[in-house]
């Protein structure tokens, strides 16, 4: 979807604010006058007072605060006059945080260098440690992911929180995760995140620190340490965050929901799905033909192949890979919409244009 579809008044807020820069400051005041009714004559004559101009640079700044940040960065692009208005009410940090069980390592786009924080204490033979010493790592480490985002004008565009591969630090590493997030004291506007550790526990005090309305990607990588029916995913379709995802990927564990949780995203990838039925494919193929616009779902699991495709019965069938039953059907906008079957796949991709 481009950036005029996700945002209609994205053009006219390039307008007004390009009107902004190339005006004198009388007439730009004077056009404030206009578009706000509830300035008096007076004020209008009071153009010479600085608590005037000040009124200005705060509409300004108001309006640049309830532009998407999508929409920002085409503003910024677009209009090279106000690139340094933006930066300095506004920017965008990448933020990763790497974890093993003795550090934790920041990384973000500002901050090129890594930078370590070592515990105060090392760990016994029996892997245990003073709560003393546990907690003040902890709050440290808290206490610098806070800093990076505690200011107002900070949002994060991406934070990746990604751990070392030791499979018997699992349980460790998702145990300090929870304990950073649960000490971070303020929501955070996070628009990706991607989490690529087992974190079917820590997951709910993530997104509990996280803006509502902000996160459009979700991507879990290793999501469950066993791969079981895993009921966090469902949890997360619960979550009030789920509405606003368009992309959401989770691998290592076999969710328990109904597909049809996921007909509304742009793109979708869960590996594994158990238990899906005939019917269920069909219901899904119906409520996405019902659709508009691009998508890509994929799920992994096994498939009936020669009884599925028989039952989504396309309009038109399509040559396909070795072992790939391929078909499409006509959207009611014009566009296309497709599918490719194999015994472990089951792909559904929609078009933007006819």
Not at 4 to 32: C, M, Q
Request: net charge neutral.
């Amino acid at each position: 979807m481009s950036e005029e579809e996700n945002d209609p008044f994205l053009k006219p807020r390039l307008a007004f604010v390009k009107l902004l820069v190339d005006s004198d400051p009388e007439e730009t005041w004077r056009i404030f006058c206009q578009a706000i009714p509830e300035i008096t004559n007076e004020q209008v004559a009071a153009w010479s007072q600085l608590s005037q101009k000040n009124k200005i640079k705060e509409t300004i700044n108001n309006e640049l605060q309830v532009v998407p940040a999508t929409s920002r960065r085409a503003l910024r692009l677009t209009c090279k006059k106000v690139v340094d208005l933006i930066d300095e009410h506004w920017k965008l940090e990448d933020v990763q945080i790497h974890l093993d069980y003795h550090k934790v390592i920041f990384r973000t786009t500002r901050i090129k260098d890594l930078e370590f924080y070592d515990r105060k204490r090392k760990l016994q033979d029996d892997d245990q440690e003073s709560n003393s010493s546990q907690k003040c790592f902890l709050q440290e480490t808290a206490d610098k992911f806070e800093q990076i985002i505690q200011d107002p004008k900070t949002q994060l565009g991406k934070l990746f929180i990604t751990c070392n591969r030791e499979h018997d630090m699992t349980k460790k590493q998702e145990k300090l995760l929870h304990h950073i997030f649960e000490k971070i004291k303020k929501a955070i506007h996070v628009e990706s995140l991607k989490i690529d550790l087992p974190c079917t526990n820590a997951l709910e005090s993530i997104l509990r620190k996280v803006k509502v309305g902000s996160l459009t990607e979700l991507r879990l990588h290793h999501f469950s340490s066993n791969g079981s029916d895993d009921s966090a995913v469902t949890s997360i379709i619960e979550n009030p965050h789920w509405v606003h995802i368009k992309t959401f990927t989770v691998t290592g564990c076999a969710p328990n929901s109904r597909m049809l949780a996921f007909k509304d995203k742009t793109t979708i990838a869960v590996r594994y799905i158990k238990n899906v039925t005939l019917d269920e494919i069909l219901e899904y193929k119906d409520a996405l033909l019902i659709g508009q616009g691009y998508l890509s779902h994929q799920f992994f699991g096994r498939f009936d192949v020669e009884e599925i495709a028989d039952a989504l019965n396309p309009d038109q069938k399509l040559p396909g890979k070795i072992n790939e039953t391929k078909g499409m059907f006509w959207r009611p906008d014009g566009t296309k919409l497709v599918f490719e079957l194999e015994k472990d796949r089951l792909h559904f991709s929609g078009s933007r244009f006819p």
